[in-house]
Protein backbone atom coordinates (compact mmCIF):
# COMPACT_ATOMS: atom_id res chain seq x y z
CA UNK A 1 0.00 0.00 0.00
CA UNK A 2 2.69 2.41 0.85
CA UNK A 3 4.55 1.74 -2.26
CA UNK A 4 1.33 2.31 -4.16
CA UNK A 5 1.05 5.43 -2.57
CA UNK A 6 4.37 6.38 -3.40
CA UNK A 7 4.38 5.65 -6.78
CA UNK A 8 0.83 8.04 -6.85
CA UNK A 9 2.89 10.82 -5.85
CA UNK A 10 5.97 10.86 -8.71
CA UNK A 11 5.56 13.51 -11.23
CA UNK A 12 7.53 13.94 -13.94
CA UNK A 13 10.67 16.18 -14.45
CA UNK A 14 12.54 17.44 -18.05
CA UNK A 15 13.69 14.32 -19.70
CA UNK A 16 10.64 12.43 -18.63
CA UNK A 17 12.23 10.89 -15.26
CA UNK A 18 10.10 10.38 -12.42
CA UNK A 19 10.05 12.99 -9.24
CA UNK A 20 9.27 11.96 -5.63
CA UNK A 21 9.60 9.82 -2.88
CA UNK A 22 10.38 5.95 -4.20
CA UNK A 23 11.29 2.44 -2.94
CA UNK A 24 13.75 0.65 -2.89
CA UNK A 25 12.26 -2.26 -5.42
CA UNK A 26 12.36 1.06 -7.89
CA UNK A 27 15.81 0.89 -7.97
CA UNK A 28 15.77 -2.52 -9.94
CA UNK A 29 14.34 0.01 -13.03
CA UNK A 30 15.17 3.64 -13.03
CA UNK A 31 14.85 5.78 -15.66
CA UNK A 32 17.54 6.15 -18.23
CA UNK A 33 19.79 8.62 -17.68
CA UNK A 34 23.87 9.01 -18.76
CA UNK A 35 24.97 10.16 -14.98
CA UNK A 36 23.15 8.30 -11.55
CA UNK A 37 23.93 10.02 -8.73
CA UNK A 38 23.89 7.93 -5.66
CA UNK A 39 23.69 10.06 -2.56
CA UNK A 40 24.19 8.77 0.73
CA UNK A 41 24.52 9.07 4.42
CA UNK A 42 28.22 7.49 4.74
CA UNK A 43 27.71 5.36 7.90
CA UNK A 44 24.27 3.95 6.96
CA UNK A 45 24.67 0.45 5.65
CA UNK A 46 21.16 0.12 3.83
CA UNK A 47 21.91 3.48 1.69
CA UNK A 48 25.21 1.58 0.59
CA UNK A 49 23.32 -1.59 0.19
CA UNK A 50 20.33 0.39 -2.42
CA UNK A 51 23.58 1.68 -4.06
CA UNK A 52 25.14 -1.76 -4.58
CA UNK A 53 21.40 -3.08 -6.01
CA UNK A 54 21.49 0.17 -8.43
CA UNK A 55 24.49 -0.30 -9.26
CA UNK A 56 23.83 -4.38 -10.42
CA UNK A 57 20.29 -2.94 -11.89
CA UNK A 58 22.54 0.15 -13.74
CA UNK A 59 25.46 -1.91 -15.17
CA UNK A 60 27.72 1.19 -15.48
CA UNK A 61 30.55 1.94 -17.36
CA UNK A 62 32.37 3.64 -14.81
CA UNK A 63 31.72 4.72 -11.40
CA UNK A 64 32.84 7.74 -9.67
CA UNK A 65 33.70 7.25 -6.11
CA UNK A 66 34.17 10.76 -3.74
CA UNK A 67 35.80 8.81 -1.51
CA UNK A 68 38.94 7.95 -3.96
CA UNK A 69 41.46 10.25 -5.19
CA UNK A 70 42.45 9.36 -8.87
CA UNK A 71 45.46 7.89 -7.65
CA UNK A 72 43.55 5.14 -5.18
CA UNK A 73 41.21 4.58 -7.81
CA UNK A 74 44.21 3.15 -10.24
CA UNK A 75 44.91 1.05 -7.13
CA UNK A 76 41.91 -1.16 -8.54
CA UNK A 77 42.74 -4.07 -10.15
CA UNK A 78 41.33 -7.42 -11.29
CA UNK A 79 43.59 -8.82 -8.80
CA UNK A 80 42.20 -7.22 -5.88
CA UNK A 81 38.65 -6.27 -6.61
CA UNK A 82 36.92 -8.85 -5.49
CA UNK A 83 38.56 -9.47 -2.22
CA UNK A 84 38.01 -7.09 0.37
CA UNK A 85 40.75 -7.12 2.68
CA UNK A 86 43.39 -6.47 -0.30
CA UNK A 87 41.47 -3.87 -1.72
CA UNK A 88 40.98 -2.02 1.32
CA UNK A 89 45.08 -2.35 2.01
CA UNK A 90 45.44 -0.92 -1.41
CA UNK A 91 43.20 1.85 -1.29
CA UNK A 92 44.91 2.40 2.33
CA UNK A 93 41.32 3.10 3.55
CA UNK A 94 41.91 2.55 7.59
CA UNK A 95 43.68 6.01 7.05
CA UNK A 96 40.97 7.55 5.04
CA UNK A 97 38.50 8.40 7.76
CA UNK A 98 35.65 6.75 5.67
CA UNK A 99 33.45 4.50 7.44
CA UNK A 100 33.73 0.82 7.65
CA UNK A 101 35.26 -0.65 4.31
CA UNK A 102 32.77 -3.75 4.95
CA UNK A 103 30.11 -1.41 3.67
CA UNK A 104 31.87 0.14 0.71
CA UNK A 105 33.26 -3.50 -0.81
CA UNK A 106 29.62 -4.53 -2.52
CA UNK A 107 29.99 -1.23 -4.67
CA UNK A 108 32.85 -2.49 -6.07
CA UNK A 109 31.62 -5.96 -7.00
CA UNK A 110 28.15 -5.16 -8.04
CA UNK A 111 29.48 -3.92 -11.46
CA UNK A 112 32.27 -6.29 -12.27
CA UNK A 113 32.75 -4.40 -15.92
CA UNK A 114 32.65 -0.47 -14.85
CA UNK A 115 35.67 1.13 -14.81
CA UNK A 116 36.50 2.89 -11.17
CA UNK A 117 37.28 6.61 -11.00
CA UNK A 118 38.06 8.41 -8.31
CA UNK A 119 36.54 12.37 -7.93
CA UNK A 120 38.09 13.15 -4.83
CA UNK A 121 41.07 15.88 -4.39
CA UNK A 122 43.66 15.39 -2.17
CA UNK A 123 43.18 16.67 1.18
CA UNK A 124 45.69 19.29 0.94
CA UNK A 125 44.42 20.93 -2.18
CA UNK A 126 40.26 21.24 -0.16
CA UNK A 127 42.16 22.67 2.69
CA UNK A 128 43.51 25.41 0.58
CA UNK A 129 40.06 26.32 -0.80
CA UNK A 130 39.35 27.38 3.11
CA UNK A 131 41.71 30.38 2.37
CA UNK A 132 41.75 30.54 -0.94
CA UNK A 133 39.67 31.27 -4.35
CA UNK A 134 39.01 27.90 -5.33
CA UNK A 135 38.72 28.77 -9.21
CA UNK A 136 42.49 29.54 -8.96
CA UNK A 137 42.92 25.99 -7.46
CA UNK A 138 40.94 24.22 -9.94
CA UNK A 139 42.44 25.65 -12.91
CA UNK A 140 41.88 26.96 -16.36
CA UNK A 141 38.32 24.69 -16.18
CA UNK A 142 36.76 26.74 -13.30
CA UNK A 143 34.57 28.81 -15.72
CA UNK A 144 33.28 26.00 -17.60
CA UNK A 145 31.53 24.56 -14.45
CA UNK A 146 30.52 27.69 -12.84
CA UNK A 147 32.99 27.87 -10.51
CA UNK A 148 34.52 31.04 -10.92
CA UNK A 149 30.98 32.95 -10.02
CA UNK A 150 30.57 33.66 -6.65
CA UNK A 151 27.08 32.53 -5.02
CA UNK A 152 24.15 34.64 -4.68
CA UNK A 153 24.14 36.85 -1.08
CA UNK A 154 20.96 34.42 -0.08
CA UNK A 155 22.55 31.44 -1.59
CA UNK A 156 26.12 32.09 0.27
CA UNK A 157 23.69 33.25 3.59
CA UNK A 158 21.93 29.72 2.98
CA UNK A 159 25.05 27.26 2.39
CA UNK A 160 27.12 29.30 5.90
CA UNK A 161 23.70 27.91 7.50
CA UNK A 162 24.02 24.47 6.72
CA UNK A 163 27.93 24.46 7.33
CA UNK A 164 27.43 25.74 11.11
CA UNK A 165 24.87 23.22 11.58
CA UNK A 166 26.38 20.85 10.25
CA UNK A 167 29.52 21.31 12.18
CA UNK A 168 27.44 21.51 15.41
CA UNK A 169 27.60 25.03 15.70
CA UNK A 170 31.31 25.05 16.32
CA UNK A 171 32.95 26.81 13.57
CA UNK A 172 34.37 30.29 13.88
CA UNK A 173 32.27 33.10 11.88
CA UNK A 174 34.92 33.50 10.25
CA UNK A 175 35.69 30.04 8.71
CA UNK A 176 32.00 30.05 6.89
CA UNK A 177 32.98 31.26 3.44
CA UNK A 178 35.81 29.05 3.21
CA UNK A 179 34.13 25.95 4.18
CA UNK A 180 31.45 27.09 1.40
CA UNK A 181 34.57 27.24 -1.02
CA UNK A 182 35.77 23.84 -0.50
CA UNK A 183 32.35 22.36 -1.06
CA UNK A 184 31.71 23.89 -4.25
CA UNK A 185 35.04 22.40 -5.34
CA UNK A 186 34.77 19.35 -3.95
CA UNK A 187 31.52 19.25 -6.31
CA UNK A 188 32.96 20.76 -9.07
CA UNK A 189 35.92 17.68 -8.88
CA UNK A 190 33.42 15.30 -8.96
CA UNK A 191 31.57 16.79 -12.20
CA UNK A 192 34.74 16.72 -13.83
CA UNK A 193 35.81 13.36 -13.19
CA UNK A 194 32.22 12.30 -14.13
CA UNK A 195 32.42 14.25 -17.94
CA UNK A 196 35.75 12.54 -18.22
CA UNK A 197 34.78 9.22 -17.16
CA UNK A 198 31.29 9.60 -19.50
CA UNK A 199 33.97 10.35 -22.65
CA UNK A 200 36.07 7.83 -21.81
CA UNK A 201 33.28 4.74 -21.66
CA UNK A 202 30.31 6.38 -23.34
CA UNK A 203 28.64 6.10 -19.88
CA UNK A 204 25.93 5.48 -18.20
CA UNK A 205 28.20 6.66 -15.38
CA UNK A 206 27.19 6.20 -11.74
CA UNK A 207 28.35 8.69 -8.73
CA UNK A 208 28.84 7.34 -5.15
CA UNK A 209 29.00 10.10 -3.14
CA UNK A 210 27.11 11.81 -0.06
CA UNK A 211 23.67 13.62 -0.18
CA UNK A 212 24.61 16.97 -0.21
CA UNK A 213 27.05 16.12 -3.44
CA UNK A 214 23.89 14.83 -4.80
CA UNK A 215 21.59 17.68 -4.16
CA UNK A 216 20.01 18.76 -7.61
CA UNK A 217 20.25 22.43 -6.81
CA UNK A 218 23.54 23.09 -5.95
CA UNK A 219 25.90 19.64 -5.83
CA UNK A 220 27.12 17.71 -8.76
CA UNK A 221 24.25 18.20 -10.69
CA UNK A 222 24.35 22.09 -10.96
CA UNK A 223 27.93 21.62 -11.67
CA UNK A 224 26.96 19.09 -14.66
CA UNK A 225 24.46 21.23 -15.82
CA UNK A 226 26.62 24.57 -16.30
CA UNK A 227 29.08 22.70 -17.89
CA UNK A 228 27.35 20.05 -20.49
CA UNK A 229 24.17 21.80 -20.88
CA UNK A 230 22.01 19.24 -21.60
CA UNK A 231 23.31 16.07 -20.53
CA UNK A 232 20.81 13.61 -18.85
CA UNK A 233 21.38 13.19 -15.15
CA UNK A 234 19.36 11.13 -12.64
CA UNK A 235 20.13 12.16 -8.88
CA UNK A 236 19.01 9.88 -6.06
CA UNK A 237 18.86 11.14 -2.13
CA UNK A 238 18.45 8.65 0.56
CA UNK A 239 17.67 9.80 3.64
CA UNK A 240 16.84 8.76 7.44
CA UNK A 241 13.43 10.36 8.12
CA UNK A 242 10.79 11.87 5.59
CA UNK A 243 11.03 15.74 5.23
CA UNK A 244 8.97 17.84 7.35
CA UNK A 245 7.75 19.54 4.04
CA UNK A 246 9.12 21.84 0.96
CA UNK A 247 11.03 20.49 -1.84
CA UNK A 248 13.98 17.43 -1.99
CA UNK A 249 16.74 18.67 -3.94
CA UNK A 250 16.76 15.34 -5.64
CA UNK A 251 14.86 13.88 -8.33
CA UNK A 252 13.94 11.01 -6.75
CA UNK A 253 14.61 10.36 -2.73
CA UNK A 254 13.94 7.02 -0.36
CA UNK A 255 13.69 6.78 3.19
CA UNK A 256 15.33 3.96 5.48
CA UNK A 257 15.71 3.72 8.61
CA UNK A 258 18.97 5.68 10.41
CA UNK A 259 22.19 4.14 11.38
CA UNK A 260 22.90 3.44 14.98
CA UNK A 261 25.39 6.34 15.84
CA UNK A 262 26.46 8.05 19.11
CA UNK A 263 26.61 11.86 18.84
CA UNK A 264 27.84 13.54 16.28
CA UNK A 265 28.82 16.87 18.30
CA UNK A 266 30.27 15.21 21.27
CA UNK A 267 33.46 15.51 19.78
CA UNK A 268 32.67 19.75 19.57
CA UNK A 269 31.61 19.73 22.84
CA UNK A 270 33.49 20.23 26.13
CA UNK A 271 34.28 17.91 28.30
Not at 132 to 142: L, R, S, V, Y
Request: net charge negative.
Amino acid sequence: MLRALALLSLMLVPGGAAAGRIEAEALDDLPGAQVVILGEFHDNSAHHANQARTLAALKPAAIVFEMLTPDQAARVTEGNRDDPHALAAALDWAASGWPDFAMYHPLFTAAPGARIVGGALPRETVRRAVREDPAKIFGPEAARFGLDRPLAADEQAAREAEQMQAHCDALPAGLLPGMVAAQRLRDTALARATLVALEATGGPVAIITGNGHARVDRGIPAALAHAHPGLDVLSIGQLEAAPDGGEVPYDLWLVTDPAERGDPCAGFLPD
